[in-house]
């Protein structure tokens, strides 16, 4: 990371009035604006940013050295509310190992008791966390990402995240800590979706999945070129829709038995579906 720069920030809970967290959220919380993980679909770096151009997403982080402080100013809005932490960054990016800042965030939430919880990250070290997660109890979902089972694919388009089988042995100690974890699959990513739904079965309680809009929201349009045959649009809506109805068959101890819905959705339908699993 080239620019990373501590900052006091104004405020730290972003009212969800529009927007795509609008009605299942209240507030999103970011401790961090920029992300290190720069995966080559997000699609934050393209929200309108004076200090940063978009081709630098990924290059910057800015620490909100005083978003615990922020929390504790504004526990009237944090209690009873529903919080999405975090929309724009991932909260527990590397520097999470320096700053602590998630945990610090966590440790004032859990003060001023807001009453649903979502944590949404692709990184093992939330597992550093785990002695306050399970503090939140049921109020609490974690949100994981994955978007692809095949690691080859995932270096191309998040190389700078965790591994496949990181992202794995971290949901499975959750699980094993008795949180509660979702999948997310946005943007599902060139995959076998019958290893992926595999892979996923065992731990998860839900999931959601989205494709990929290019161009607008990926900043490599090689990637559409290399995965071609993937991303044709007849073979993608057909992959999609195999995952769909393969995970809508009766089956015993499976992901579909477990969860309330696997869906397909826009991106705003999508995290206002996440209100189902979350309340
Ligand atoms: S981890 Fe999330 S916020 Fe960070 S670059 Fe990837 S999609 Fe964007």
Redesign the pocket.
């Known amino acids: 990371m080239r620019n990373v720069q501590e900052i006091i920030a104004k405020s730290i809970l972003t009212p969800q009035k529009v927007g795509s967290l609008e009605g299942a959220f209240d507030y999103s919380l970011n401790p961090y604006a920029g992300?290190a993980?720069?995966?080559s679909?997000?699609y934050?770096p393209k929200f309108p940013n004076a200090r940063h151009e978009v081709k630098e997403?990924?290059d910057w982080l800015e620490v909100k050295t005083n978003a615990p402080e922020l929390i504790a100013k504004d526990r009237l809005k944090v209690f009873g509310s529903r919080i999405f932490f975090s929309s724009?960054?991932?909260p527990y990016?590397y520097l999470e190992l320096k700053y602590r800042l998630t945990r610090k965030c966590l440790q004032e939430l859990l003060k001023y008791q807001p009453a649903k919880l979502t944590l949404h990250t692709?990184s093992h070290l939330i597992l550093q966390d785990i002695d306050l997660l399970k503090e939140f109890g049921d109020r609490l979902n974690v949100g994981f990402?994955f978007t692809t089972n095949d690691d080859h694919v995932r270096r191309a388009f998040?190389p700078k995240?965790p591994s496949i089988s990181r992202r794995l042995a971290t949901i499975t100690t959750l699980r094993e800590q008795g949180i509660r974890v979702y999948a997310s699959l946005a943007p599902l990513l060139p995959c076998d979706p019958d290893k992926l739904i595999e892979m996923l079965e065992p731990h998860v309680v839900g999931a959601w999945v989205d494709r990929m809009n290019w161009p607008d929201v990926n900043r490599s349009p090689e990637l559409k070129e290399q995965f071609a045959s993937f991303f044709n649009e007849a073979n993608y809506e057909q992959t999609i829709n195999y995952l769909q109805s393969a995970l809508s068959r009766p089956r015993s101890n499976s992901l579909r038995s477990r969860s309330r819905s696997f869906i397909r959705q826009k991106p705003k339908q999508v995290i206002q579906q996440m209100s189902l699993f979350t309340s």
């Open positions: 992300c993980f720069a995966c679909y997000c934050v997403w990924g724009a960054t991932d990016q692709r990402s998040e995240a």
